[in-house]
């Protein structure tokens, strides 16, 4: 059974679907920050059978939930202060994300005026859709 020890002051982020830390891990751009990341890939889970956690030793503040939202709007964000769980976090979609992920259509503007920014807006809560703002392409996650 592998151990890893608790969290201080930071979050820990549950509830990921099995394979998909080191994707939230770059998109969150935490290896840009000064921190200690701990990656725990395929951990059991009686809910999911299997699950991926972040634990992240960095200040709430440091974490964007829009992005978070937008990757998975299911995970749980604990907040941990003095090594214990003080808030849950809930996760919802947002309306927009911005420079997060890149339109893949060639004929959008975006792939030729460079310096604008990639912005996708929730077209359908319901089937959790989004669109480039531009062109309107779907953006497929998978």
């Not at 503040?61 to 214990?84: R, S």
């Not at 807006?121 to 779907?138: S, T």
């Amino acid at each position: 059974m592998l151990n890893v020890g608790k969290i201080e002051e930071g979050f820990v982020l549950d509830h990921i679907e099995a394979g998909k830390s080191l994707e939230i891990y770059h998109l969150l751009q935490l290896d840009k920050l000064d921190c200690t990341v701990a990656i725990i890939k395929n951990a059991r889970s009686d809910k999911q059978g299997r699950k991926d956690i972040l634990k992240v030793e960095c200040d709430i503040d440091m974490l964007n939930l829009d992005v978070l939202g937008f990757i998975d709007h299911k995970i749980t964000v604990n907040v941990i202060k003095d090594g214990e769980i003080v808030d849950k976090l809930n996760l919802k979609l947002p309306a927009e994300i911005k420079n997060v992920v890149k339109c893949k259509n060639p004929r959008c503007i975006t792939s030729i005026e460079q310096e604008l920014p990639h912005i996708f807006v929730l077209a359908d809560k319901e089937k959790e859709i989004y669109r480039c703002k531009y062109c309107e392409e779907k953006y497929n996650r998978k």
